[in-house]
């Protein structure tokens, strides 16, 4: 298959960084489908493009996420035209959430959508997602929520999508599903498998009956903020841990899929 950049060969740095870029998109596909959050042919992942144009790799509308390699991805402009050539096509809705979110976003290198059950359950809750355990507090008071319009096919919603997303992290889409960001694919990853889990657990904490307990306000902010790598109050700090969980996922990929390279 040919990588085009607006019609023309990627050459130099900008080939060698999509290349990298399709690997790791490729393996994030692969991760969700191995942690069963998919949605058969639905849902996306995207990642944006190096260069000023704004562009992106999606999946080609119609594959299974574990059918997903390197070379299969497609470039998507913010228009939703293909730019890659070849017999695929791209689902609407995907480039409607996902290219109104990477065009208003420029840490949003990566985004991340699912319909998981867990997820579409805390996505009917009014009261969202609550801070019952320590993988919801890396989200406390940094959750947008979006209304739910219908299937995402209209351009109109973007500009909604993207004021109820602000600058928060992550998303939960009414009725809908859930969503991340990410600086890197395996920061959008990372984001959604807690996500996902602090969804699973509330699911099942609220079928229990029992009355629930949360932790003090001040204790959830300080969780969230240690989260995100500030160790003022503590006596020890771990800032490797991200890189070595996606190191670890690579692993995991390699041995469960090692196709998604090619």
């Not at 420029?106 to 997820?119: F, N, P, Q, S, Y």
């Not at 355990?133 to 209209?154: C, K, P, T």
């Not at 996922?249 to 196709?259: S, W």
Request: hydrophobic residues 40%; charged residues 25%.
């Amino acid at each position: 298959m040919t990588v085009t950049e607006l019609g023309k060969p990627a050459t130099g740095d900008h080939a060698a960084e999509e290349a990298r870029l399709r690997r790791e998109l490729a393996a994030v596909y692969r991760l969700i489908a191995h942690f069963k959050m998919t949605d058969l042919i639905y849902n996306h992942i995207s990642v944006r493009l190096p260069g000023p144009e704004h562009r992106f790799l999606l999946n080609p509308y119609g594959l299974l996420y574990e059918e997903i390699t390197a070379s299969s991805l497609v470039i998507v402009g913010l228009d939703g035209q293909l730019i890659t050539d070849g017999p695929w096509r791209v689902n609407p809705a995907g480039f409607v959430i996902h290219s109104a979110i990477h065009e208003a976003r420029e840490d949003a290198l990566c985004v991340l959508h699912t319909h998981t059950k867990a997820g579409c359950a805390v996505a009917a809750q009014e009261h969202g997602l609550l801070p019952l355990n320590q993988m919801s507090l890396e989200f406390y008071n940094r959750v947008g929520y979006h209304d739910y319009e219908g299937i995402a096919l209209s351009n109109a919603e973007k500009k909604r999508l993207v004021a109820d997303l602000g600058d928060k992290p992550v998303m939960i889409l009414r009725n809908h599903g859930l969503l991340t960001i990410g600086t890197t694919p395996g920061q959008a990853f990372r984001r959604m498998f807690y996500l996902e889990r602090a969804c699973q657990i509330q699911a099942d904490a609220l079928a229990g009956g029992a009355a629930l307990v949360t932790p003090p306000p001040e204790v959830c902010e300080r969780t969230a903020r240690q989260f995100e790598g500030d160790h003022s109050d503590d006596d020890y700090g771990d800032a490797t841990a991200p890189d070595l969980v996606w190191d670890a996922m690579l692993r995991l990929v390699e041995r469960i899929a090692p196709d998604y390279k090619d």
